[in-house]
């Protein structure tokens, strides 16, 4: 499985990459740069130095490579899922990541 990760917080980082097994692939960017390829997952941080997550979800889909790939928002709080819905986001999680919220994740898809 391959997933994308764009987020400016190394913490973030490493607490989505230590609930991943060797079946996945993680990539890591620290701003919006739109992919070339395709990933299964596409996990975006709520704020992401000067863009917002929901923007930086909204400008993916329609991106030819990323526009079918699951999007997740990661979010500081409950009241952000609001800002999922409206950027239609397939998934939604609230900081910290932990291994039942990913494992919840990946069985709804």
């Known amino acids: 499985m391959k997933i994308l990760l764009i987020t400016d917080n190394t913490w973030v980082k490493e607490s989505l990459g230590k609930y991943l097994d060797f079946d ?4 890591h960017e620290k701003e919006l740069s739109i992919p070339d390829s395709y990933f299964d997952y596409i996990f975006v941080d709520m704020q ?8 930086i979800i909204r400008e993916l889909k329609r ?5 079918n790939s699951f999007f997740v928002l990661l979010a ?3 009241d952000d899922e609001i800002q999922a819905k409206r950027v239609e986001s ?7 990541i932990t291994k039942s919220k990913l494992n919840n994740l990946f069985n709804l898809n």
């Open 24 to 27: 996945h692939e993680l990539v």
């Open 48 to 55: 992401v130095q000067n863009n917002g997550g929901p923007s």
């Open 63 to 67: 991106n030819e490579s990323t526009k």
């Open 76 to 78: 500081d709080r409950k």
């Open 90 to 96: 397939n998934g939604f999680l609230v900081k910290p």
